[in-house]
Nanobody, 127 residues
Framework: QVQLVESGGGLVQAGGSLRLSCVASGGTFNNYAMGWFRQAPGKEREFVAGISRRGGSTYYADSVKGRFTISRDNVKNTVYLQMNSLKPEDTAVYYC????????????????????WGQGTQVTVSS
């Protein structure tokens, strides 16, 4: 069973950047497709970005396309979310998620497709 720990959240001004990290332990990292989700107060958890288990395929929500980049390091058992040109509407708790994937190129977008979740890290963007 894999455990996920996020870090890198914080307070940033609009237009700024943050890089989130998610370290996985307890499993074979390159067996897992990974994703980043976020949840703002009073809203449902939404997909932000996903990456296949080998890193060759990625997918982004329209709201972050061109500003966020997901990547992974299968040696360091870590997935990253580089967030640039941040906007106040990006304010949320960001969650890392993992799911066992038999397909090396699939990207999972539905929250129900993930079996493992981190505790979340708060990102606050001030205007």
């Amino acid at each position: 069973q894999v455990q996920l720990v996020e870090s890198g959240g914080g307070l940033v001004q609009a237009g700024g950047s943050l890089r989130l990290s998610c370290v996985a332990s307890g499993g074979t990292f390159n067996n897992y497709a990974m994703g980043w989700f976020r949840q703002a107060p009073g809203k449902e958890r939404e997909f932000v970005a996903g990456i296949s288990r080998r890193g060759g395929s990625t997918y982004y929500a329209d709201s972050v396309k061109g500003r966020f980049t997901i990547s992974r390091d299968n040696v360091k058992n870590t997935v990253y979310l580089q967030m640039n040109s941040l906007k106040p509407e990006d304010t949320a708790v960001y969650y890392c998620a993992a799911t066992v994937s038999l397909d090396p190129i699939v990207v999972v977008r539905r929250p129900s497709g993930y079996g493992y979740w981190g505790q979340g890290t708060q990102v606050t963007v001030s205007s």
